[in-house]
């Protein structure tokens, strides 16, 4: 129960404030009391992701987005009985309460996985052309470019390692033989490194049907020119919690009309909006995939990932949606690449 106190937010703190308490301490929860410390709701990552998409502002009151009902124990309770509450009900963290609901305590289940690692594979698309890198890629594939001194896909391979990741397959087309001789077999990352050949581009999600046999958890995929710090034990956890047979991570793009925007009714002028943003959420270029959705995918079919979850959703399965609140960037030209060698000092610690 260490530290349990620095997690107590008041219910008209802003969501931004909430974010940074969230993400500066380890117990993956936010308790919203009154001024008694009595539990009126709880936060976790999921809450505020689920306020993004529902385009909650960051500077709104915690309370827009909190856990009404949160899950607490007695702080009479047994270390045993209030375990046996958190594996029943699958939660992470409890707070313990007294006869007048006023925190006490909180309980967390430490499943952190540094020793250990997930059952879970990672595929690597790493057989693009690069062209809007060139002259940078005439020579050079773009997963090989180097940012703050490391190739692009080391540091993707690095951050996922972070959590538990170890087996990974990556995909290959362009100067293939480059990207082989520079990361073998993986052992210098303690992963384990295989490799798919597409003797044609097969797409985003057709190189999925040459893997040498199904996996049996969600696979993680990714593209290899993704600069990110995304928390992907939270991505893996959200996907759990909603259940779905795949989820997609999305990035905020906001588009401002530079221009005044008139509203009509007919012919007649309603209001002026001077100079409006438009706010979209864009594929951010990472999925998880049950392993029942590669039953779709099959061998050397072209197949990019928008078609793969279009027909699950034709097929009327589940899809998720995971914002990305975290450091992205899709470095995809020069002025990207320049963006994140500047941008690296900040967000990655060796």
């Known amino acids: 129960m260490t530290g349990w106190k620095q997690v107590l937010v008041q219910p008209s703190t802003p969501v931004l404030e909430v974010m940074q308490v969230l993400d500066s301490s380890k117990l993956q929860i936010v308790l919203v009391v009154d001024e008694q410390r009595k539990l009126l709701g709880s936060v976790t990552d999921g809450d505020i992701r689920r306020g993004i998409l529902a385009g909650v502002s960051v500077e709104a009151p915690v309370e827009r987005i909190m856990n009404r009902a949160p899950r607490a124990c007695s702080v009479n309770d047994s270390r045993e009985t209030v375990l046996a509450s958190m594996k029943a009900t699958k939660l992470h963290q409890i707070p313990l309460v007294d006869e007048d ?15 250990g690692g997930r059952d879970n594979w990672v595929v690597l698309m790493a057989g693009g052309y690069g062209s809007r890198l060139r002259p940078h890629t005439d020579n050079c594939p773009k ?14 391979i690095k951050e996922l ?13 362009y100067k293939k033989e480059m990207i082989r001789d520079y990361f073998g077999d993986g052992k210098k990352w303690n992963v384990r490194i295989e490799y798919i050949q597409e ?5 985003t999600a057709g190189a999925l049907g040459l893997l040498p046999e199904k996996p049996t958890a969600p696979l993680l995929v990714m593209n290899s020119d993704l600069l990110t710090n995304v928390n992907y034990s939270l991505l893996f956890d959200y996907h759990r919690e909603h259940g779905a047979a795949a989820s997609m ?13 008139a509203k009509l009714d007919k012919h007649r002028l309603v209001s002026i909006e001077e100079k409006p943003k438009q706010h979209f959420f864009v594929n951010a270029g990472i999925y998880l995939l049950e392993p029942s959705a590669l039953d779709l ?14 027909e699950l959703l034709r097929r009327k399965q589940q ?6 609140r975290e450091y992205w960037l899709d470095v995809g030209r020069e002025t990207d690449l320049e963006k994140a060698n500047k941008e690296y000092p900040e967000y990655f610690v060796e």
């Open 101 to 115: 609901m006023r925190v006490q305590g909180l309980e967390v289940i430490d499943e952190l996985i540094q020793n």
């Open 143 to 156: 997963p090989l470019l180097e940012v703050g001194q490391s190739p692009l896909l080391e540091i993707i």
């Open 161 to 173: 390692r972070k959590y538990g990741l170890r087996k990974f397959f990556i995909a290959l087309h």
């Open 199 to 203: 003797e044609e581009k097969l797409g």
């Open 249 to 261: 991570c999305v990035r905020e793009y906001v588009m401002q009309v530079p221009f005044g925007v």
């Open 297 to 310: 995918i099959a061998p050397n079919q072209r197949l990019d990932m928008n078609e793969l979850l279009e």
């Open 319 to 324: 899809v998720n949606v995971f914002p990305i």
